[in-house]
């Protein structure tokens, strides 16, 4: 694999990341009203046309390598599909890419788990994860329009939503907030399940010897071969 290529996988692995953020894009374009509606428009647009274009450097990538050329024109069709002039549902389907930011070429598997839990990576996730809690928690209050609630209100039930802890005290009573409420509980779960392989990668990181250990070492392994040559060789002369 060229270097060109190496560089390509990294960067898909970036913008495919991006593609968690389109449902929420769509739906405040959906549901969003005034500036909130053009954030949401332009939002999508955005993301869509960095995936647009990561998915047909794919497809070349895939065409001139003779491999994955299936896969590529699958993921090129869900774009297609996934454009900003469809309807809010379609455009959220475009979450899907996310699973080729961590289901990447087994080779580069290892170096996605560094970046991954590394100090950017690990920024990335929450700043990613703050912005879908306040996203997902204005979406809430303006779709239970029976409860007349207010963003605060949506993002302190995003909150306890995500965090399993469910007070109670707000409840979604139609299928909109059921369905935000379900993809909160999902985020919660993503979230402290990314926390805490971090935590426990720093924990279990094995410390690499140095170049001094490593001589010491081979210093005792070339003492031990002597000895053994030398009983060998007393042994052969008695006999």
């Known amino acids: 694999m060229s270097e060109r290529e190496r560089t390509f996988i990294r960067i898909d692995a970036h913008v495919s990341r991006l593609a968690a953020l389109a449902p929420v894009a769509a739906a405040m374009e959906r549901y969003g009203t ?16 960095a995936i647009a274009a990561v998915v047909v450097l794919e497809l070349g990538f895939a065409v001139h390598a003779r491999r994955g050329i299936v896969r590529a024109i699958l993921w090129l069709a869900l774009v297609a ?10 455009e959220a389907m475009l979450a899907a890419r996310t699973a080729r930011a961590v289901k990447l070429r087994e080779e580069f598997a290892d170096q996605l788990g560094r970046q991954l839990f590394s100090g950017r990576g690990l920024r990335f996730v929450v700043a990613v994860s703050s912005l879908g809690l306040v996203g997902l928690g204005w979406l809430f209050s303006a779709v239970e329009t029976d409860q007349h609630l207010t ?17 109670g005290d707000i409840v979604p009573s139609n299928a909109a907030g059921r369905f935000i409420a379900a993809a909160l509980m999902v985020l919660g779960l993503l979230v ?10 720093r924990f279990t990181r094995n410390k690499q010897p140095d170049d001094d250990d490593v001589v010491r070492r081979l210093d005792e392994l070339a003492a031990r071969l002597e000895r053994i040559e030398s009983g060998l060789g007393h042994g052969n002369g008695r006999n």
Request: aromatic content about 14%; glycine content about 16%; hydrophobic content about 55%.
């Open 34 to 49: 005034g500036v909130w509606h053009d954030i949401g428009r332009f939002g999508f647009v955005v993301i869509w046309v």
């Open 81 to 90: 599909l996934a454009n900003p002039s469809a309807p809010p549902l379609l």
């Open 151 to 167: 963003v605060g209100d949506g993002i302190w039930f995003a909150l306890v939503t995500s965090a399993t802890v469910g007070y």
């Open 192 to 201: 402290v399940g990314l926390l805490t392989g971090a935590v426990a990668e």
